[in-house]
């Protein structure tokens, strides 16, 4: 039997419903949602970049997301690296693999914006503690990218 129309069930599923979500909208989601946090970190960097003698090229932004991803899996492994930064770098990858954010991401612009500079406020936190030289020797990237990933954090 249907609830009566104007009740507070009209237009609701049941509490034993169930969302179902096939692994493909999953993978596609997980990887939008990386992707869409990759374009927020260029785009921060290259709104850093603007006032600076030296400009950030878009392609060594480009290459930045993939490389700050291996970055963190690196100093992460790493037992040189002291164990409160490697607790905060393996927090941050949680972080970013779960579905639950501060900001929401379907809201424009700032709903990666927030994971970006969660990514630069750790990054930062783990340069200051574990030192630029475990940053510098883990970078994969180029060294432009790791001018780019120091500028983007707020270190010289």
Do not use: C, N
Not at 3 to 13: D, E, L, Y
Not at 90 to 116: H, M, N, R, S, T
Not at 123 to 146: I, S
Request: no cysteine; glycine share 8%; charged share 20%.
């Amino acid at each position: 039997m249907s609830p009566p129309p104007g009740s507070h069930r009209q237009g609701r599923a049941d509490a034993t419903s169930v969302i179902h979500m096939e692994w493909w909208q999953v993978l596609i989601s997980v990887l939008g949602g990386f992707l869409l946090l990759w374009l927020a970190l260029v785009g921060m960097l290259l709104w850093i970049s603007r006032g600076r003698a030296e400009k950030i090229k878009l392609v060594d932004a480009l290459r930045l997301g993939p490389d700050v991803v291996r970055l963190i899996r690196r100093l992460a492994s790493d037992p040189t690296v002291p164990r409160g930064v490697r607790i905060w770098l393996l927090v941050l990858l949680v972080y970013l693999l779960l579905p639950i954010d501060l900001v929401p991401d379907f809201i424009p612009v700032i709903g990666y914006a927030d994971d970006a500079l969660i990514v630069a406020l750790v990054l930062r936190f783990a340069t200051r503690h574990a030192g630029a030289d475990a940053v510098e020797r883990h970078w994969p990237g180029t060294p432009q990218g790791l001018q780019a990933l120091r500028a983007l954090i707020g270190l010289r």
